[in-house]
Every structure is written in structure tokens, then in C-alpha cells.
């Protein structure tokens, strides 16, 4: 599922996106969402992440957290003091982290990285940044961890430690009622978010296969948007839609009822915070992660934000896979 740029080639990392056409620059795979109204067509014409909100309606529940003593006082004597995190992130990429139409940072990981602050009575500050430049800045000590849906990878490990807290993959979704089989899509029409690494190298490698067996292809549908994307499946224009498996966890959930998913998510890997090698710190936030996890504030955290199916039941450090 991931192109081999070097050390970036595995999700995420690159240039910042242009709005309406976002191009996955070496490293990275685009970034996008999908935004319903109504009975959950899409706008037409390019939506922005700015155009989204933070979950609302009955189904979204609050979260208190209280500061938990005995993880706070394992905190690095600088963080103590100044009473917070700095964070480095790079936006957008909704659901994790992007911004509301008034400019606040909001996100899956921004309530996360809030509830751990919490925990260890101290302020997040969010600091903008390009995705490149945070790993070297989390080693130069610029910031005290890196929050952009980062792939813990065993060659990202050789330069910062990782604290696990989510895995991701490749997710297809369908109209709802519909029965698709991801493995065995040949002769479906199938949409995608051009230069994503679904429209490079994952359907295009069903469909080769498909190919291969004497079966027709896949009829691979590209479109500028993510939301254009999703938007194909909910007026039948395709038979599914293939992406990030939390970018279609938060479509399914704007949908009201529209798509769901066809078939598991696939090719999953662990996303982690970077920090510096070998600072005391991975081991305060894995442990105050899994305080979270442990009283059920995580999964609350992921269901407002549809990304339940990715949630882990012990964060790692250093939990790479591959």
C-alpha cells in the first residue's frame, strides 16, 4: 500500500495542500475529508477542511478529565515548570487535526493530545509546522512532540521514539445496502482522490490482479476532492470509494446513513507521537494514553469522531511494524 519515497514514504508528510486539489506531495498521502448535508449528498464543487466542524448531535459526549497525580509528576522538570506541551503539527488532515471555520485546530488527535494535557495538568501549545520539519525540530528539542498522523516505522525510530495511539489503513466504503468486496472488486467502478496512494498503487494493483485472472479491471473513478469522492458513492455514480481508513470513518459518520464500509480495514499500521530519543517523556504520555484507555475516555474520543474501528487497547512505544 505505501510508495517507496525514502524516509518520508510512509504516511505523512510533504507540502502543505492546495485547497480543492490536494496533491500528496514525496511522503505523504493527501489530505482530505468529506462534508455532508443534508440527507448526505455533498456540496458541490470543492469543500475545504475549514468548512468542517467538530462532531455534533446526540451522539457526541463530553469528556472530563481530571489530572491524574502520580503520571503528572513523571513529567520533565521543563514541562513542570513552564505547566506545557509544544506541540508541532501540521494541518490539515481532517479528522485528526485541522482547522473549524474560526480557526481553532480541532481534530480526533487535538482531543486527544487535550484529554493527555489533562491528565498531566498542563497546557498543549499547538504550533504550526511544515510536516517535514517537525521530526528534526522534536530532536532539536523545538518541540516536545509531533501531532500529524505520523506512521511509526521502524526507520522513523532509528531518529525519535514513537508513543502509539491509533492504527490506520486502507478503508473502502459503499452505498448503504450495498455488498462490495474490496477483494474481489473486479468489474466495479471505484472512486478515489487522485494522487493518494489509493489512486497510485492500491487499486491500481487490484485491478492489475484482477487482470492477471482473466477478470475485467477496476474502473478507477479520480477526482480532485476526497469529498467529490464520497460523493460519487452516495449518488451511485461508482460502486465505492477506496482512502484512508480514518478519512472514510469520518465520511461514513457525516454521511447520515448514506455509505458504509465494504469490507475491514486493511494494511493497517500504528500511528504514533514523535519525541525526542531516549526523552523521559514518551514514557509520561504512553502512560497517561493509556490511563485514557484504560477509563474509556479514548474510545469516547474516537466515537465523536467516527474512528472508532482504528482504536489500540495498550499504547507502545515504539511499536513499529514495519
Known sequence: MLLNFGVNSIRHGGQQPVPCRKVAAPGRR??????????????????????????????????????????????????????????GVNLPYAPNEFKDSDGEIIGFDVDLIDAVADVLGVTPDYREADFERIIPAVQADTYDLGMSSFTDTKEREESVDFVTYFNAGVQWAQAAGDSVDPDNACGLSVSVQTTTIEDIEEVPAKSAACVAAGKPPIQKVKFDSQDEAASAVVLGKVDAMSADSPVTAFAIKRSNGSLETAGPVFDAAPYGWPVAKGSPIASVLQKALQHLIDDGTYQTIAENWGVEEGVIATSQINGATS
Open 30 to 87: 493527501a489530505r482530505a475529508a468529506a462534508a455532508f448535508v443534508g440527507a448526505g449528498v455533498l456540496l458541490a464543487g470543492c469543500t475545504t477542511n475549514s468548512e468542517i466542524g467538530a462532531p455534533t448531535g446526540d451522539g457526541v459526549v463530553e469528556v472530563a478529565v481530571d489530572k491524574v497525580d502520580a503520571i503528572a509528576a513523571q513529567l520533565p522538570a521543563k514541562n513542570a515548570e513552564s505547566g506545557t506541551l509544544v506541540v
